[in-house]
């Protein structure tokens, strides 16, 4: 498997392109798509999923036309359903433009295969009640998770949005992130990558875990 990341929209949303062989994946299109597309184009690849981690509204902007772009089908979780019905995710809020409207297949916690790769499906509330993270264990040599807005490099999500929880954005941290393979690369949705152990050493919101 290979990554390349886009940041994309007004938040500079890392929009993560992942293929094997001829087959891709976008994490998370955050804006206009156009570049990614252009880089599938170019690089002959055939996208097969939209894969979100979650629905706020900077990590959807661009699900629509990828979708009319490539017809790859999107997914989330039910849970986040609610926040289309909101400026959160439907957008509008702080001034930035609304979503372009978009259907989705559910997705939930489970073995799934994408790119003809396992793939982990991870349940990880805490940013949002229906945050996923994307865990190939077979990824980039290295072990690689897609956790958008849960963990960031040396930080971590917001919790004081709607739906947010810092109890449980903790605990999916410590049990489902912390507890893959030190060596496996952190994708986050906006920032640098990172990895589980540099997060476990380094974290300052996680110093009492390991400490």
């Not at 409207?101 to 509330?125: K, N, Q, R, W």
């Not at 949002?128 to 971590?156: E, N």
Request: aromatic share 12%; net charge negative.
């Amino acid at each position: 498997m290979q990554i390349r990341s886009f940041p994309l929209g007004p938040l500079d949303t890392n929009c993560h392109v992942a293929w094997s062989g001829t087959l891709a994946v976008a994490v998370d299109p955050g804006g206009d798509p156009a570049e990614v597309v252009a880089f599938l184009k170019a690089n002959n690849l055939t996208l097969t999923h939209i894969l979100n981690t979650h629905l706020h509204f900077d990590h959807i902007y661009g699900n629509q036309a990828l979708h009319a772009a490539t017809g790859a089908p999107i997914l989330a979780c039910a849970k986040d359903a609610y926040m289309l019905d909101s400026e959160l995710g439907s957008g509008g809020m702080w001034g930035f433009p609304k979503v372009t409207p978009f259907a989705y297949e559910t997705i939930d916690e489970g073995e799934y295969t994408f790119m003809g790769l396992p793939c982990s499906v991870l349940h990880t509330p805490g940013h949002t009640p229906g945050s996923l993270s994307f865990f190939f264990p077979d990824g980039l040599g290295v072990p690689a998770v897609f956790v958008g807005d849960l963990l960031f490099y040396r930080s971590i999500g917001r919790t004081d949005f709607p739906g947010g929880s810092m109890p449980d954005l903790t605990k999916s941290v410590t049990r489902k992130i912390f507890t893959l393979p030190e060596e496996t690369v952190v994708f986050s949705g906006h920032g640098p990558e990172t990895s589980v152990g540099d997060e476990r050493l380094n974290n300052p919101f996680f110093t009492e875990f390991i400490r």
